[in-house]
Every structure is written in C-alpha cells, then in structure tokens.
C-alpha cells in the first residue's frame, strides 16, 4: 500500500533521473544532520553550561533547540519541493534556509560570547 503523500508526488510529472532523487536525498539528510546537531547542542547548553546565569543558558538552549526543530521541517518542505521541481523539469526553488541557519548560528554564537565576556 503506497501512502497518500507518496502517490501524490509520483503522480506529478516525470520520475527524474535517479542520481538527482538520490541527490535530494542526500541534501534533505544533510539538513536532519544539523538539525540534529543544532538539538544536541541545545540540550549540551542546557545540561552543561552550569555556571552561566539562568537566562543565558535558557536563551541559548532556546534558540538552538528552536533552530533545530524548524530547520527539521524546513528540510523535509526543501525535499519535498525539490522532487517535485524535478518531475516537472523545473527550476529548483531557491534554498530560504541559508539565512535561518546563518543568523540563528551567528544570534546564538554572540550570545555565546556575550556569556563568556560576563563571567
């Protein structure tokens, strides 16, 4: 039985040559993997940063868990949107991702920084 969503998107367009599927693919498990890693540093900030005041450490722990969480739906609506642009033989829709994951790194390394400078 072959799922809703799954027989949706193979009912569009023409199935694109396999390297490229696999290459979205590749893309999509790339993202998971930094979000994933952006979750384990949330809950690293949250478990390790003992000595920083409480406000801190939750912004921090905040904000990367939040990153985390986003960038795992956004990975998933990138692939999806991929596989589709390529069974249409269309453009491949620009990646909105890159100043997600650049300002939330960059937000969450000042106030890494700020806490370091206050202690």
Known sequence: ???????????????????????NERTFLAWIRTSLGLVAGGIGAD?????????????????LLLMGGVLAVAAYRRWWAGERAMRSNQPLPLLGLVGLIGYGVGLAALVLIGTVLLR
């Open 1 to 23: 039985m072959v799922p809703s969503w799954e027989r949706k998107l193979l009912s569009e367009g023409e199935a694109p040559d396999p390297r490229f599927t696999l290459a």
């Open 47 to 63: 478990a390790f940063l003992t000595d920083v005041p409480d406000l801190e450490r939750e912004l921090l722990s905040s904000l």
